[in-house]
Structures are given as structure tokens and as C-alpha cells.
């Protein structure tokens, strides 16, 4: 399985922006697809992530409930964080991952693939 996230950005505080993941490959093993975000100094931590098996149901970090929405699109191997009222402190390196196991899960070690960053910038 491969990972291709894209779609960041410099935007103002406030803003929006739809990050994308794609994914490639045996893409049938993935149950779980989840975000995670990384800033210099700072380990790699989670922001949500959504389960294919219970209804697409999704799950957040607090720190961006209300203000993040995953979602996918099962035909074209897609997810996408939408992320809206942006914050200087969303400023990070975000990644996507896939995990084979069908429980999302907020640990980094438990997921099984893993994109390159795509990088968000919330600045004035």
C-alpha cells in the first residue's frame, strides 16, 4: 500500500483547507485511515481518524473537534481532512496513515502505513 497525501499550505488564521490522502495498492487490507501531525521538536500525534467498518464513523483529537471533518471517497481510494477555523497552532507536518486492523486507534506504532507530509502553515 502506498500513501500519497497532498494539498497544504500557507493560510491565514481562520481559513480552511481539504488536505488529501490517496491511496494505491492492495488498498483492501485498509480498514482505518487516520491523520496524525508532527512540528519540530514534538513527537508525531493524532488528529482523527475514520473506520470504513462502523458506518465511516470518524473520531478527533480534542484539540480540532468541531473544526476537522474526515471523510472519504471509497471509488477513488481517497480521504480528506477538511479543515476549517484555522489556527496558528495547526501550523505542522500532517500525515496520513492506514491501518490493517479495523479499530481506529490514536498510536502511532499501530498503523501499518504511512504517507509523506504534506506541510500546513496558519500564519497572519
Known amino acids: 500500500v502506498q500513501l500519497q497525501a497532498c494539498g497544504g499550505g500557507l493560510v491565514r488564521p481562520g481559513d480552511s483547507l481539504r488536505l488529501s490522502c490517496a491511496a494505491s495498492g492492495s488498498t483492501f487490507t485498509l480498514n482505518v485511515m487516520g491523520w496524525f501531525r508532527q512540528t519540530p521538536g514534538k513527537e508525531r500525534e493524532f488528529v482523527g481518524g475514520?473506520?470504513?467498518?462502523?458506518?465511516?464513523?470518524?473520531y478527533y483529537a480534542d484539540s480540532v473537534k468541531g473544526r476537522f471533518t474526515i471523510s472519504r471517497d471509497n471509488a477513488k481510494n481517497t480521504v480528506y481532512l477538511q479543515m476549517n477555523s484555522l489556527k496558528p497552532e495547526d501550523t505542522a507536518l500532517y500525515y496520513c496513515a492506514g491501518r490493517r486492523a479495523p479499530v481506529v486507534v490514536t498510536t502511532v506504532s499501530e498503523y501499518d502505513y504511512w504517507g509523506q507530509g504534506t506541510l500546513v502553515t496558519v500564519s497572519s
Open positions: 475514520t473506520n470504513r467498518w462502523s458506518g465511516g464513523s470518524s
